[in-house]
């Protein structure tokens, strides 16, 4: 009955492993406190602003939301300099880039991803069983050259993160343009921009929206569940060519962003100084972690983001993050991506950090 019923796609599907919870670390291992730095969240949440529109939005949760998220994708289409029909709403860009494999991906077609690079890229082409094109990295970079080389005429989709998750590196504005110079008009560039309100300091970063590069051959997914600390609401959108938004718009499931979502979306849009002070603190919180980092002879990439590929060679990264949980610090074991000798660790508060290194400096002594 299974063998009929399964699509032989899913059989050996693996789903999305999520960060460890804090309450069921603190029951397993009867922990007073549980610091959780695995997830990339901000760690100094929402604004005051932000938690006033919950509040209120809340009050009218027994109706369904606005279907469309029209008011959200009109003031992302104005900051944008787009019209809204470039603009569409996901629970969280998870969303969206599965919306992408369902509405265009065939088991003839292919996509083109990068090693070490977010997982849910290589998902997305996995579920409707087509070809994945894995190419190395480059001092742990996109090698968007290579990744240029390995489209062929079925490859609809090349994924890009820009900044990368997990190693928190970017691809300059430069390799950009000649990267999108070189791609084929029949195949489709995935920006996946979700750090790029921590990127942007970067002065040779390369945005694809801040430089207006959006265009009939990109896609550029974008998040609230970063800087602007809305993880647990679920909200992300993409900028995308017109008749790929309508055809994500004729499949995506019906109210996908709740009424308190799109009211906390739209008030942290209006919160630039929250924004601001998010980024100033991680720069804060990245440079102890880093400086405590060399202090202990460890190594680490250089990341633009708000969290840290940390190496602990010769140990493996699971191991590390096993003897962390009993600790009561969450990070996170990064096997997934091949990287199974490190560690990804979100930058939080100056009490987080320090708790971590602690933690950290015991492991290793």
């Given at each position: 009955m299974k063998d009929r019923f399964e699509r032989p796609e899913i059989r050996h599907f693996e789903p999305y492993a999520p960060g460890r919870g804090i309450e069921?670390?603190?029951?397993?291992?009867?922990?007073?406190?549980?610091?959780?730095l695995a997830s990339n969240e901000n760690a100094w949440g929402v604004s005051t602003r932000v938690t006033r529109a919950i509040r209120a939005a809340a009050a009218g949760v027994y109706r369904y939301p606005e279907g469309a998220s029209a008011d959200l994708r009109a003031v992302l289409a104005r900051r944008h300099k787009v019209l809204s029909?470039?603009?569409?709403?996901?629970?969280?860009?998870?969303e969206i880039i599965e919306l992408l494999g369902k509405a265009f991906l065939r088991p003839t077609d292919e996509i083109v991803v990068s090693a070490h690079a977010f997982v849910r890229y290589r998902m997305a082409g996995e579920l409707m069983g087509c070809r994945v094109r894995t190419v190395p990295m480059k001092g742990l970079r996109h090698d968007l050259e290579m990744m240029s080389e390995a489209v062929t005429r079925s490859t609809?989709?090349?994924?890009?993160?820009?900044?990368?998750?997990?190693?928190?590196?970017?691809?300059t504005l430069g390799e950009v343009r000649k990267f999108l110079s070189r791609l084929p008009s029949k195949t489709l560039s995935v920006w996946d921009e979700a750090y790029f309100e921590y990127a942007r300091l970067e002065p040779?970063?390369?945005?694809?929206?801040?430089?207006?590069?959006?265009?009939?051959?990109?896609?550029?997914?974008?998040?609230?569940?970063?800087?602007?600390?809305?993880?647990?609401?679920?909200v992300g959108y993409a900028v995308a060519p017109?008749?790929?938004?309508?055809?994500?718009?004729?499949?995506?499931?019906?109210?996908?962003?709740?009424?308190?979502?799109?009211?906390?979306?739209?008030s942290a849009l209006g919160d630039a100084g929250h924004v601001r002070r998010s980024v100033e603190r991680n720069l804060e919180g990245r440079g102890f972690l880093c400086r405590a980092l060399d202090r202990l002879g460890i190594e680490w990439t250089p990341s633009c983001a708000n969290f840290l590929l940390i190496s602990v060679a010769p140990r493996r990264g699971r191991d590390v993050f096993n003897r962390l949980l009993e600790q009561g610090v969450i990070v996170r074991a990064v096997e997934e991506y091949g990287l199974p000798r490190h560690i990804r660790v979100t930058v939080g508060t100056k009490d987080e950090n320090r708790v971590f290194i602690r933690a950290l400096e015991k492991v290793v002594r």
């Open positions: 069921q670390i603190r029951k397993q291992y009867g922990l007073k406190r549980v610091i959780k029909s470039r603009v569409i709403m996901g629970a969280g860009s998870d609809k989709f090349v994924f890009i993160a820009n900044p990368n998750n997990p190693t928190g590196t970017y691809n040779d970063y390369g945005c694809i929206l801040e430089n207006h590069l959006a265009g009939p051959k990109t896609i550029v997914l974008r998040t609230f569940s970063k800087v602007y600390g809305l993880a647990g609401l679920r017109p008749w790929v938004v309508s055809a994500l718009d004729r499949i995506r499931p019906p109210f996908n962003v709740s009424t308190v979502a799109q009211a906390a979306a739209l």
